[in-house]
């Protein structure tokens, strides 16, 4: 059990990292560790295995990324970074490469929705560090593509998605191809207890370090509720809309969803764009990279983008539709209020949902204040047709 020890001094120059490393970090301009850096890079270059709980945007990329590209390169063996999604594998990609821009660092990107070809070639290329997810990574083991032999330190970044039942079938293969002798490294803002018992099969001895509570939101998130009729969330979207003038993420349950409250807001005439898991991977990818340049103002997604979207600066998160999983309500606010930044967190609830609301609360360990609904618009009644008899007669009927 991890025992917190007070640091000398908040900078990375006191976490043992190499002058390459810290040469790197002075380039990009980061000096001073967040939390679950200062605590996890000392005890990850100690060779332990670690599971790291923190809230959503404190850096828990680089806590991991910087003691792995250490460890490997000591080591002379190879990183493997296992992710849930494609967009948070391109996220981490990216950071491996900043890092290791002046290192020689090779990366290889092995996820769905791409070019086999090219990831074989970049396979081929002796990657220091490869990072996937893990449907392309099986995909690549079952045609002997990809060998694992050489991996030292092994990475699941939203450890409890990675081991939910959805996945855990595809981690468990891709385990049965790693050494046994290996660093594992955990993290996540979540981490149920049976996801943390699952956990310790693949692990020796881990050091937990828990930088907040699980399920905890940061305090500089503002969480309020809505209480609301279905036929007005287009309504009272449309209002927060008008009221706050910075980058707002939407979420919505469906990706069929997803595309209606898309489609609903363009007709308001804001700039908008979706992103789900019916996109190919080259729209996702302009969907993303256009809501972070600016040219959207609004993005709308499914929970395809709770846990890989790394954007500074959105200022609100609406969830039009509450998560059916609670962590992932977590997850979702997460996406505003990064890096100790202050953001808005605000949930449309129907009368229905408040046990999924008392559930949520139960997480977070607070109560979400219930905000009284603005003036909105009517909702005009819908009109449908039902025949009277088997002649197409008809009678108007409202509902």
Known sequence: MFQP??????????????????????????????????????????GKDIIGVA???????LAFALPLIQQIAAAKKQGLVILPTRELAMQVDEVFKKLGASLNLRTALIIGGSSVGR?????????HVLIGTPGRINDLLNTHALNLKKVGVLVLDEADRMLDMGFAPQ???????????????LFSATMPAPIVKMA???????VRIAIAQ???????????????????????????????TGTVLVFARTKYGAKKICRAVRGRGHTVTEIHSNLSLSQRR?????????????????????????????????????PDNPDDYVHRVGRTGRAGQGGRAISFMTSEQRGKV???????????????????????????????SRNHQAVRVHR
């Open 5 to 46: 020890t007070p640091p000398r001094d908040n900078f990375f120059s006191d976490l043992g990292l190499s002058p390459k490393l810290l040469t790197a970090l002075n380039r990009l301009r980061l000096i001073n560790p967040t939390p679950i850096q200062r605590q996890a890079i000392p005890r990850a270059l100690a």
């Open 55 to 61: 809230q959503t945007g404190t850096g828990k990329t």
């Open 119 to 127: 990831q074989v070639m970049a396979i081929n290329r002796r990657p």
């Open 171 to 185: 981690i468990k293969r891709i385990m049965q191809h790693v050494p046994p002798k290996r660093q594992t490294l």
């Open 200 to 206: 310790s099969v693949y692990m020796t001895n881990p």
């Open 214 to 244: 699980t399920g905890t939101v940061a305090d500089h998130v503002d969480q309020e509720l809505f209480l609301v009729q279905r036929e007005q969330k287009n309504n009272l979207l449309d209002k927060l809309l008008k009221d706050y």
């Open 286 to 322: 302009r969907s993303l990279d256009g809501f972070k340049s600016g040219k959207f103002r609004v993005l709308v997604a499914t929970d395809i983008a709770s846990r890989g979207i790394d954007v500074t600066n959105i200022e609100l998160v609406i969830n039009y539709d509450l």
């Open 358 to 388: 008392r559930l949520i609360e139960r997480l977070v360990r607070q109560s979400l204040r219930i905000s009284p609904l603005p003036q909105l618009p009517a909702v005009m009644p819908q009109i449908a047709y039902q025949p009277r």
